[in-house]
């Protein structure tokens, strides 16, 4: 099998265009146009075998659902409430947030939405089976790294914001139950509680800040599956305690799981990881055997405790909907002894090679041959390393019990050599740019006697590379030594917790695992373990589908950045190197020579606290509402010229008829505007354009009931205005010649003559401007920024809390310098959009956000917001005037010290702009 060049080909912001198929007589893959059917593929009869390719199995209702969902989102959404409809918006408006949302998250929102609004008609045929029990569950499959958990505080915002907005409706809740698989997502998950620190509403800009007061009012518990854990009336029987009160009623468990919450009904349910969440299946037990019956019924504790807990909470509270989030949602089938069944009910899909054709995740590198003796694969050789445990000598040595002391079967021992020179090739160029961290290679071992095995050949230096054999920075954990964290005592429990956290902080700075370099796992690791440092892969066991793949690959596929190639809207690839794990059915880079490159070394950018005194802060404000004076005015003759473009205006087209396949010129018919005269009135024109122009300023009338008292004079101007010879300049003048040609002429041009108006208006009528703050936070700060990374070149600095300046051309690293120097500059900060600085302006009837590139605080205390390399054209006169208003209110509500704006056209004039205010 021919290996890719590149395996991403679509951009994360972006419904797919493309993905890779493979070809079975050419056994190649091949660009193939179009999004990806929704499926998944499992190994065939030959398990664990070489040459099993595996079979493709589709999600009908998913590929059912999905033209729906895109035909819906293209005709705007019919049928969604208003709340709804300004969320949808508010997420697809990439200027209103620092980090726009990717495709899928997108995707996966507004599948859940058009499940609950969309028009009953556009579901037709659309049924959700269900699992055998009372509530419904809906389940959305997104893979490791495409960021679920903002898929759910999109969920909640949307659940939340309406019911309180419409309390009378019974499709939303604004009581959430989140119930999550362990300690580690538990608590990663405290950033969806909407008044906790560092929460995803306001730091992903989840809903639009005058929405904040909505989703206050909701409530939201989350909780882990343990916790919904009880004691049967026959296990209360075995207990020694003299305490033989019988098992808690559905009642009483109900308040004791939900606690405040119980007080509510129609609870709404997330489960994150909820393959862990399903029903018992009686026929599994008959078929399994040995080590794979004591695994399932430990994963069947889980799992009946989990929904059973659930099943009592419907009972006592009904369940409004259970939202299922799984990267791989599927429980065992029972058919055989390692076969999956995937969720029924699930709704929509961005599998992991979804997510590696868009770059979200890292790109698997497989091993394809090497210089021993090769394995037949359909009539190709393949490398006995591109699945170790398949090989005889490997899987019956690592499938008994053995002692850790003894030695590792010779493929695997040789699969570390290589691998590990690997790793330290990765690991020398990483630490040669100054990475802060290493790379970490991971192992995923079939059981623990294994991985015992392994860590003491790496411990005792029986593999060779020395950098990877420190004791002190490899980690071995298992299933076992978490359930000991959480039910130890005393030091036995420190030590235990202190492991975990080690794991758990995998590659990041400052914490307890931030030099470890290989961890050896026994199954999966964790869910929630987001380490992004993995180069290197080992799988050692049994693999006999794609979703087992995709769990276990998924650990180590993280992305360091989210830097774009270079023009374009693409992803900068990055790379794991990956042996044992079969990858028969995935594409994958691979089959050439080298290694692959390593990341480019990122700079951290963040607030330094010890800075304080270089601070910068400002006032928050999200619009301004207008006063504006009782009586509106117009001077025509001061409202500048407007100058209509007639040359590339189409008055009339000729539509021909296809006949198979080429039009047929001899049978055109004609659209000409001049002959729909009767269509095209100069009151109607009037009417919208003065329509229009108070539509654009409803929302900032500070006075409810004046605005509604001026829409007659709006009339009034905008008929004088319209009126009134040369207000409107049409070229070529033969189209200003009668009113006929002037009328079509602004109607095709309504947009420009409203906006012409409307900014001549807000600016001559207003009489004074109040700020509208953001009630989350009133006033921001440098110190707010949040801590972020960057390949592109920097200059550390020294006024300024932020600890480098980024610089996107010479000319800004030039300015940063002429800062630092100058004597009257008291503290300085270079704004982009982690800042998080903007000014909020209309352009052409398009809201936007306009970033300055420097803000600056001067010895003498004024605030100077300096906009380099200057610029002429429409849209920048805009920003202007946008600016000029902001700093003009600011500076009148005498609470935030003087404000001034200033334009650098030079770097050599920077000194003298700021010798102007000081």
Same mark, same amino acid.
């Given at each position: 099998?021919?290996?890719?060049?590149?395996?991403?080909?679509?951009?994360?912001?972006?419904?797919?265009?493309?993905?890779?198929?493979?070809?079975?007589?050419?056994?190649?893959?091949?660009?193939?146009?179009?999004?990806?059917?929704?499926?998944?593929?499992?190994?065939?009869?030959?398990?664990?075998?070489?040459?099993?390719?595996?079979?493709?199995?589709?999600?009908?209702?998913?590929?059912?659902?999905?033209?729906?969902?895109?035909?819906?989102?293209?005709?705007?959404?019919?049928?969604?409430?208003?709340?709804?409809?300004?969320?949808?918006?508010?997420?697809?408006?990439?200027?209103?947030?620092?980090?726009?949302?990717?495709?899928?998250?997108?995707?996966?929102?507004?599948?859940?939405?058009?499940?609950?609004?969309?028009?009953?008609?556009?579901?037709?045929?659309?049924?959700?089976?269900?699992?055998?029990?009372?509530?419904? #569950?809906?389940?959305?499959?997104?893979?490791?790294?495409?960021?679920?958990?903002?898929?759910?505080?999109?969920?909640?915002?949307?659940?939340?914001?309406?019911?309180?907005?419409?309390?009378?409706?019974?499709?939303?809740?604004?009581?959430?139950?989140?119930?999550?698989?362990?300690?580690?997502?538990?608590?990663?998950?405290?950033?969806?509680?909407?008044?906790?620190?560092?929460?995803?509403?306001?730091?992903?800009?989840?809903?639009?800040?005058?929405?904040?007061?909505?989703?206050?009012?909701?409530?939201?518990?989350?909780?882990?599956?343990?916790?919904?854990?009880?004691?049967?009336?026959?296990?209360?029987?075995?207990?020694?305690?003299?305490?033989?009160?019988?098992?808690?009623?559905?009642?009483?468990?109900?308040?004791?799981?939900?606690?405040?919450?119980?007080?509510?009904?129609?609870?709404?349910?997330?489960?994150?990881?909820?393959?862990?969440?399903?029903?018992?299946?009686?026929?599994?037990?008959?078929?399994?055997?040995?080590?794979?019956?004591?695994?399932?019924?430990?994963?069947?504790?889980?799992?009946?405790?989990?929904?059973?807990?659930?099943?009592?909470?419907?009972?006592?509270?009904?369940?409004?909907?259970?939202?299922?989030?799984?990267?791989?949602?599927?429980?065992?089938?029972?058919?055989?002894?390692?076969?999956?069944?995937?969720?029924?009910?699930?709704?929509?899909?961005?599998?992991?090679?979804?997510?590696?054709?868009?770059?979200?995740?890292?790109?698997?590198?497989?091993?394809?041959?090497?210089?021993?003796?090769?394995?037949?694969?359909?009539?190709?050789?393949?490398?006995?390393?591109?699945?170790?445990?398949?090989?005889?000598?490997?899987?019956?040595?690592?499938?008994?019990?053995?002692?850790?002391?003894?030695?590792?079967?010779?493929?695997?021992?040789?699969?570390?050599?290589?691998?590990?020179?690997?790793?330290?090739?990765?690991?020398?160029?990483?630490?040669?740019?100054?990475?802060?961290?290493?790379?970490?290679?991971?192992?995923?071992?079939?059981?623990?006697?294994?991985?015992?095995?392994?860590?003491?050949?790496?411990?005792?230096?029986?593999?060779?590379?020395?950098?990877?054999?420190?004791?002190?920075?490899?980690?071995?954990?298992?299933?076992?030594?978490?359930?000991?964290?959480?039910?130890?005592?005393?030091?036995?429990?420190?030590?235990?917790?202190?492991?975990?956290?080690?794991?758990?902080?995998?590659? #990041?700075?400052?914490?307890?695992?931030?030099?470890?370099?290989?961890?050896?796992?026994?199954?999966?690791?964790?869910?929630?373990?987001?380490?992004?440092?993995?180069?290197?892969?080992?799988?050692? #066991?049994?693999?006999?589908?794609?979703?087992?793949?995709?769990?276990?690959?998924?650990?180590?596929?993280?992305?360091?950045?989210?830097?774009?190639?270079?023009?374009?809207?693409?992803?900068?690839?990055?790379?794991?190197?990956?042996?044992?794990?079969?990858?028969?059915?995935?594409?994958?880079?691979?089959?050439?020579?080298?290694?692959?490159?390593?990341?480019?070394?990122?700079?951290?950018?963040?607030?330094?606290?010890?800075?304080?005194?270089?601070?910068?802060?400002?006032?928050?404000?999200?619009?301004?509402?207008?006063?504006?004076?009782?009586?509106?005015?117009?001077?025509?003759?001061?409202?500048?010229?407007?100058?209509?473009?007639?040359?590339?205006?189409?008055?009339?087209?000729?539509?021909?008829?296809?006949?198979?396949?080429?039009?047929?010129?001899?049978?055109?018919?004609?659209?000409?505007?001049?002959?729909?005269?009767?269509?095209?009135?100069?009151?109607?024109?009037?009417?919208?354009?003065?329509?229009?122009?108070?539509?654009?300023?409803?929302?900032?009338?500070?006075?409810?009931?004046?605005?509604?008292?001026?829409?007659?004079?709006?009339?009034?101007?905008?008929?004088?205005?319209?009126?009134?010879?040369?207000?409107?300049?049409?070229?070529?003048?033969?189209?200003?010649?009668?009113?006929?040609?002037?009328?079509?002429?602004?109607?095709?041009?309504?947009?420009?003559?409203?906006?012409?108006?409307?900014?001549?208006?807000?600016?001559?009528?207003?009489?004074?401007?109040?700020?509208?703050?953001?009630?989350?936070?009133?006033?921001?700060?440098?110190?707010?920024?949040?801590?972020?990374?960057?390949?592109?070149?920097?200059?550390?600095?020294?006024?300024?809390?932020?600890?480098?300046?980024?610089?996107?051309?010479?000319?800004?690293?030039?300015?940063?310098?002429?800062?630092?120097?100058?004597?009257?500059?008291?503290?300085?900060?270079?704004?982009?959009?982690?800042?998080?600085?903007?000014?909020?302006?209309?352009?052409?009837?398009?809201?936007?956000?306009?970033?300055?590139?420097?803000?600056?605080?001067?010895?003498?205390?004024?605030?100077?917001?300096?906009?380099?390399?200057?610029?002429?054209?429409?849209?920048?006169?805009?920003?202007?005037?946008?600016?000029?208003?902001?700093?003009?209110?600011?500076?009148?509500?005498?609470?935030?010290?003087?404000?001034?704006?200033?334009?650098?056209?030079?770097?050599?004039?920077?000194?003298?702009?700021?010798?102007?205010?000081?």
């Amino acid at each position: 099998m021919a290996g890719i060049d590149h395996l991403i080909i679509n951009s994360a912001y972006h419904e797919p265009t493309s993905h890779w198929k493979y070809d079975l007589p050419t056994k190649q893959f091949h660009k193939e146009p179009g999004r990806r059917p929704a499926g998944y593929i499992v190994a065939g009869q030959e398990r664990n075998a070489y040459n099993d390719l595996g079979v493709f199995r589709p999600l009908p209702l998913v590929n059912m659902i999905r033209p729906r969902v895109k035909a819906w989102r293209e005709a705007g959404y019919p049928g969604v409430t208003g709340i709804t409809r300004r969320l949808l918006a508010h997420w697809h408006d990439t200027e209103a947030r620092t980090y726009p949302f990717f495709f899928c998250q997108l995707d996966a929102i507004e599948t859940l939405i058009w499940l609950a609004e969309a028009p009953d008609a556009d579901k037709v045929g659309v049924n959700i089976p269900g699992d055998g029990g009372d509530f419904r #569950r809906i389940c959305t499959k997104m893979c490791t790294g495409s960021g679920k958990t903002i898929v759910m505080a999109m969920l909640i915002a949307w659940q939340v914001c309406n019911k309180v907005a419409y309390p009378q409706d019974t499709r939303f809740s604004k009581h959430v139950l989140i119930v999550a698989p362990g300690l580690t997502v538990r608590s990663r998950l405290e950033v969806l509680t909407p008044g906790g620190d560092d929460n995803y509403f306001v730091k992903f800009a989840v809903v639009p800040s005058g929405m904040m007061d909505l989703l206050r009012q909701g409530s939201l518990k989350i909780i882990n599956w343990q916790s919904m854990a009880w004691q049967t009336d026959e296990e209360i029987a075995k207990k020694k305690s003299v305490d033989k009160r019988g098992a808690l009623s559905d009642e009483a468990y109900t308040r004791e799981v939900l606690g405040e919450m119980s007080r509510y009904h129609n609870i709404l349910v997330i489960n994150d990881e909820a393959h862990h969440a399903w029903r018992k299946n009686p026929e599994i037990k008959i078929s399994l055997k040995g080590q794979d019956k004591k695994e399932y019924i430990a994963n069947e504790e889980e799992a009946t405790v989990w929904i059973s807990g659930l099943d009592r909470i419907n009972k006592t509270r009904n369940i409004l909907c259970c939202y299922d989030f799984s990267a791989t949602p599927f429980a065992p089938s029972g058919k055989k002894n390692d076969d999956e069944a995937l969720f029924g009910w699930i709704v929509s899909d961005f599998g992991l090679n979804d997510g590696i054709e868009s770059g979200l995740v890292k790109t698997p590198r497989i091993v394809v041959r090497d210089d021993g003796l090769q394995v037949k694969v359909d009539n190709e050789y393949r490398s006995k390393l591109y699945h170790i445990y398949a090989d005889p000598t490997v899987k019956d040595d690592i499938n008994r019990d053995a002692e850790p002391t003894e030695p590792l079967p010779d493929l695997l021992t040789q699969a570390y050599e290589l691998l590990g020179r690997d790793w330290l090739v990765t690991y020398r160029a990483w630490m040669e740019q100054g990475m802060p961290t290493p790379p970490v290679m991971i192992t995923v071992a079939n059981r623990t006697e294994t991985a015992a095995r392994i860590k003491n050949a790496f411990d005792k230096e029986h593999i060779s590379i020395t950098e990877l054999c420190d004791p002190d920075l490899t980690v071995r954990i298992d299933s076992k030594i978490l359930k000991e964290a959480e039910s130890a005592t005393g030091s036995r429990k420190e030590a235990a917790q202190a492991l975990r956290d080690k794991v758990d902080t995998v590659g #990041r700075i400052g914490k307890p695992g931030e030099q470890i370099r290989n961890v050896i796992s026994v199954g999966m690791l964790s869910e929630g373990w987001d380490a992004n440092t993995v180069t290197h892969i080992l799988g050692l #066991r049994a693999f006999s589908s794609q979703l087992l793949c995709e769990q276990v690959v998924g650990r180590g596929l993280r992305r360091t950045s989210y830097d774009l190639q270079e023009g374009t809207d693409m992803f900068t690839p990055e790379y794991v190197n990956i042996f044992g794990i079969p990858f028969h059915f995935l594409p994958t880079e691979g089959g050439g020579s080298g290694v692959p490159q390593p990341p480019v070394p990122k700079t951290q950018i963040e607030a330094l606290p010890e800075r304080a005194e270089y601070s910068i802060s400002w006032p928050n404000i999200v619009r301004f509402d207008r006063v504006w004076r009782p009586k509106l005015t117009l001077n025509v003759d001061e409202v500048p010229t407007l100058v209509l473009d007639a040359t590339d205006t189409r008055l009339s087209a000729d539509l021909a008829p296809v006949v198979d396949g080429n039009t047929d010129l001899t049978k055109c018919t004609e659209i000409d505007l001049e002959k729909l005269d009767a269509e095209i009135r100069m009151q109607s024109i009037i009417f919208r354009v003065a329509g229009d122009i108070f539509d654009s300023t409803t929302a900032s009338w500070k006075d409810e009931g004046t605005k509604y008292a001026l829409i007659g004079q709006l009339i009034h101007l905008i008929e004088l205005y319209l009126q009134t010879p040369n207000a409107i300049y049409i070229d070529p003048p033969l189209f200003n010649s009668d009113d006929l040609h002037r009328r079509i002429m602004y109607t095709l041009h309504m947009n420009r003559i409203v906006q012409h108006v409307a900014d001549y208006i807000k600016a001559t009528q207003t009489d004074h401007l109040v700020p509208v703050y953001d009630t989350n936070k009133k006033v921001r700060s440098t110190a707010d920024m949040m801590t972020w990374f960057t390949t592109k070149p920097t200059n550390v600095t020294k006024k300024s809390q932020i600890s480098q300046v980024v610089c996107d051309s010479g000319w800004e690293s030039t300015e940063s310098y002429v800062l630092e120097k100058n004597e009257h500059v008291a503290a300085y900060a270079k704004n982009d959009k982690h800042l998080g600085f903007k000014v909020i302006y209309t352009f052409r009837g398009v809201i936007r956000n306009y970033i300055p590139d420097f803000l600056i605080r001067l010895d003498n205390g004024t605030m100077l917001v300096l906009e380099t390399k200057g610029q002429k054209n429409d849209e920048v006169e805009v920003k202007r005037k946008a600016l000029a208003e902001w700093i003009s209110a600011v500076n009148a509500t005498h609470e935030y010290g003087h404000w001034v704006s200033d334009i650098s056209y030079n770097v050599k004039d920077v000194d003298g702009i700021i010798a102007k205010y000081i």
